[in-house]
């Protein structure tokens, strides 16, 4: 086994070549766009504006560095100002303040009405859950009644029809009330 302190590596450095304008303009978009797909965090320490604008920077001061400085036209440097001057602005807020407790204030109305709407809702509901247990309770009584007035009929005897006993006044026919009451307990249900 030989030694490989003994046998020297030949060191190659490869040239590289300059790339042209549309290639470092290429790069640097591309670079940009990602740049651009950054979350901001508002938890302390985050990815913030701040570090975001350094990013930006570097990579323009990287493209300018490249290009060089002479090959760049006076529109891009007077937007670059632009966009500095534009970012590092602070931002007014008291707009953005009352429109967010213009937005807290409907919210509060928009839960307030639904709070009266479900408190109504829940009362009508009781009471059709009332007028149904009365309607259940009146229809087995009309349906008793039905079968009481079948069997007195049944009962009578033809001597007491004869000989002319006072028949009972007829009420209202069961039957039927008892169908307008079935006809309304399934209303009720539905």
């Known amino acids: 086994m030989k030694n490989q302190s003994f046998h020297p590596r030949k060191i190659r450095i490869q040239e590289t070549q300059k790339p042209s304008y549309d290639e470092l303009k290429t790069r640097t978009i591309n670079a940009l766009n990602k740049l651009g797909q950054q979350k901001f965090s508002m938890e302390p320490g ?10 930006v920077n570097m990579l323009l001061d ?14 891009y440097l007077e937007k670059r100002r632009q966009l500095n001057d534009y970012v590092s602005r602070p931002v007014l807020t008291s707009s953005m303040d009352e429109e967010i407790s213009e937005y807290r204030r409907k919210i509060a109305d928009i839960n307030g009405g639904m709070a009266s709407e479900r408190a109504r809702i829940t009362s009508r509901v009781t009471e059709l859950k009332d007028e149904r247990s009365r309607c259940s309770a009146d229809l087995a009584r009309e349906r008793s009644a039905i079968s ?39 209303t009720l249900s539905s």
């Open 46 to 55: 985050g990815y913030s504006l701040d570090n975001w604008m350094k990013g």
């Open 62 to 75: 990287e493209f300018e560095k490249e290009v060089g400085e002479g090959r760049l036209p006076p529109a």
């Open 148 to 186: 009481n007035q079948a069997a007195t009929k049944n009962s009578d005897s033809i001597f007491r029809r004869l000989l002319g006993g006072n028949p009972k006044p007829a009420a209202k026919d069961p039957e039927i009330r008892a169908k307008e009451l079935q006809s309304r307990l399934d």
